[in-house]
Nanobody, 128 residues
């Protein structure tokens, strides 16, 4: 399984970014696909969002609810994370991740270590 994340960059507070994650050997219409982040200097990974492939349910961390939107393009086997109203505290390396079970999203948003697969990260920096 390969998960190729892209779309990070440097933006100012209040601006938007959209991250993309192209999956290989994993179908985003099944299982669970989501995002977690790791802020600079912090060991703890923070779950951000998750989408249940089979049921389409979406889950968000409280810190991003109402600002971030996860979606998918089945034809491209790609998952997106649209991030609006970005804040400096959103600065982190964002990772795309996946799990075989579609039922795990509520857990994965809180415990991103439980994802089965993870890709390389993409840096998001939000300046104030």
């Amino acid at each position: 399984v390969q998960l190729q994340a892209s779309g990070g960059g440097l933006v100012q507070a209040g601006e938007s970014l959209t991250l993309s994650c192209v999956a290989s050997e994993f179908t985003v219409d099944y299982g669970a696909v989501g995002w977690f982040r790791q802020a600079p200097g912090k060991e703890r990974e923070e779950g951000v969002s998750c989408m249940s492939g089979r049921f389409g349910g979406t889950y968000y961390a409280e810190s991003v609810k109402g600002r971030f939107t996860i979606s998918r393009d089945s034809a491209r086997n790609t998952v997106y994370l649209k991030m609006d109203s970005l804040k400096p505290e959103d600065s982190a390396v964002y990772f795309c991740a996946a799990a075989s079970s579609p039922f795990l999203c509520p857990i994965l948003v809180k415990q991103p270590t439980e994802f089965d697969y993870r890709g390389q990260g993409t840096q998001v920096t939000v300046s104030s």
